[in-house]
């Protein structure tokens, strides 16, 4: 049995390949080592029912995962499989890598995450090289479903958005300020809970306001990011995330303006990633 996984700070998606060739999907808690330990990555697997049949049928188990950028981070992961998946060859490497796999193929080209967060890499076809220029959510994620929850919630709060928007946003979410700072300063994943608000966007993506806002956003991570590389108008740029997937026709026009070249567009990286894993293993 060949397993992949796809694994992030709040959730993982796993495909398993039987050895008759049927395929059967699993969705778990998130796995993110800079978040977890080892013990808690194996506790967390080891009660998730599904597993416990297959486990020891499982011969080869490929993990691409947040947070596992670093070999030490990539080893506690993979001590953590190891302990439930006993018979298997076990793989980690990062998400940024499995991204830009799963979204540029075989192919050199950037690979941009636009999601709960933003990132860019470049691929030039076996090798990803992140870029440096990431300042995590606080200041940074242009283009993210942070980026795009910051705004909302403090134009909400200082009454500064049009009042249809305000009263819809009112009645979904009902927030006051003390909502807000406690989510914010006193609770675990605070990144999380501003990105949720980025869903709003959907349900109003006809009005000017929203649509206004999502322009910036794009605006901001292609010239903060793609332009930063000289040679961008050599590659196509692919991207991988919720947030670009949703939105995928305000970000191509975006891309249009500033002469991107826009490739794939995936909401996850999961189903390629498998494909790509079973061909590339020759299951």
């Not at 990431?134 to 009454?159: C, M, N, P």
């Not at 249809?164 to 009645?171: A, G, L, Q």
């Not at 349900?203 to 590389?229: A, E, R, W």
Request: net charge negative; hydrophobic share 40%.
């Amino acid at each position: 049995m060949l397993l992949v996984a796809d694994g992030g700070s709040s959730k993982t998606d796993w495909i398993l390949l039987h050895a008759d060739q049927s395929i059967e999907k699993f969705h778990t808690g998130g796995l993110n080592p800079f978040f977890t330990t080892e013990k808690e990555i194996v506790k967390s697997l080891h009660h998730f029912t599904p597993f416990k049949a297959i486990a020891d049928k499982v011969y080869e188990l490929h993990f691409f995962g947040a947070g596992c950028s670093s070999p030490d981070r990539r080893e506690l992961v993979s001590n953590a499989l190891s302990i439930l998946f006993k018979n298997a060859f076990i793989s980690v490497e990062s998400d940024t890598l499995g991204s830009a796999i799963a979204s540029c193929k075989n192919k050199p080209g950037f690979s941009c995450v636009l999601g709960t967060e933003s990132n860019i890499s470049f691929y030039d076809g076996e090798k990803v090289f992140p870029s440096n220029l990431g300042l995590g959510y606080i200041l940074g994620e242009e283009g993210s479903g942070t980026y795009f929850g910051k705004i909302l919630i403090t134009d909400f709060l200082y009454g500064r958005a049009p009042q249809e928007i305000m009263e819809s946003f009112e009645v979904t979410y009902r927030l006051n300020k003390e909502i807000v700072i406690k989510n914010l300063y006193q609770k675990s994943f605070p990144n999380y809970f501003i990105a949720s608000f980025a869903n709003f966007m959907s349900k109003h993506l006809d009005h000017p306001y929203i649509q206004n806002l999502l322009i910036k956003g794009f605006d901001d991570f292609i010239i903060t990011h793609i332009k930063s590389y000289h040679n961008y108008k050599d590659y196509y740029a692919h991207f991988v995330g919720s947030i670009a997937y949703h939105f995928k026709d305000i970000l191509k026009e975006c891309c249009l303006q500033h002469q991107v070249n826009v490739g794939n567009i995936l909401e996850k990286p999961i189903e390629e990633l498998f494909t790509w894993i079973k061909k590339r293993e020759g299951f």
